[in-house]
């Protein structure tokens, strides 16, 4: 669903991603980890070009990105996106948040674009919030409206850049819980993320950045158990031992 071959990007002098080579096939979900500053994020929003490369090959359900125009909107369209702020617009309720998209961008009919928007909003356990304006939720639920909002798009592939990052820890639980029923229903997911608890219950595979290169990428068990690079090892003596 995803294939990146030599994909290098710069922020001027600083080369945040080297030729990155990473492939996730369609119903597997892949976890991003690393460092901070290891590029994982750059990672993830290069591949519906909201960063553009340098130099390399990404291919979408078998497509090169396109650069701009409608091409372009049509694979933001089929690639769900959910980001560490929850873009929400402050203006609508969170089934208007929710039906927008499909509405303006798919061309679904009002009714049917709210079936689905209440759908989506039970899916992610917050239907009795629709009437709400964003700034009435919680954070956890704010972003599982995020998450319905991408949802309502039929995306072919759900983007996740550190979503839990911005919430308080008790509010966690309930964004990873629906991050984990989509992986079990078979989404393809790429996921950026601090959490190994979603990493070892989730994942396919575990993808470990530095410095802007994949080290190892590995079953969520080898990975953990056994990590082969003295970075990785490193990198989990730190953040396992608490």
């Not at 901070?36 to 591949?47: D, E, F």
């Not at 704010?142 to 911005?166: G, H, N, W, Y």
């Amino acid at each position: 669903m995803i294939h990146m071959t030599g994909v290098n990007k710069h922020f001027g002098p600083l080369h945040v991603l080297r030729d990155v080579e990473l492939t996730v096939p369609t119903g597997q979900v892949v976890v991003v980890i690393g460092p901070s500053g290891s590029g994982k994020s750059t990672l993830c929003r290069t591949i519906n070009r909201l960063e553009s490369i340098d130099s390399g090959r990404i291919e979408v359900d078998g497509k090169p990105l396109p650069a701009e125009g409608r091409e372009l909107a049509r694979l933001r369209a089929d690639v769900g996106m959910v980001f560490q702020s929850f873009n929400l617009f402050a203006h609508k309720t969170i089934l208007e948040n929710v039906t927008l998209g499909p509405v303006k961008v798919r061309g679904m009919k009002a009714d049917e674009a709210r079936k689905l928007g209440m759908e989506l909003l039970e899916r992610v356990g917050i239907a009795n919030q629709a009437d709400k304006h964003p700034a009435q939720l919680s954070g956890g639920q704010q972003q599982r409206a995020a998450i319905a909002r991408a949802l309502a798009m039929k995306p072919k592939v759900m983007l996740f850049d550190e979503p839990t990052s911005a919430l308080d820890p008790e509010m966690i639980t309930e964004v990873l819980d629906v991050m984990i029923s989509l992986a079990k229903d078979g989404m393809t997911m790429l996921v950026v993320t601090h959490e190994m608890g979603f990493a070892r219950r989730a994942a396919d595979r575990v993808v470990f950045m530095a410095d802007g290169q994949v080290v190892e990428d590995a079953t969520p068990e080898s990975f953990f158990q056994n990590p082969e690079s003295d970075r990785a090892k490193d990198f989990l003596s730190k953040i396992l031992a608490h």
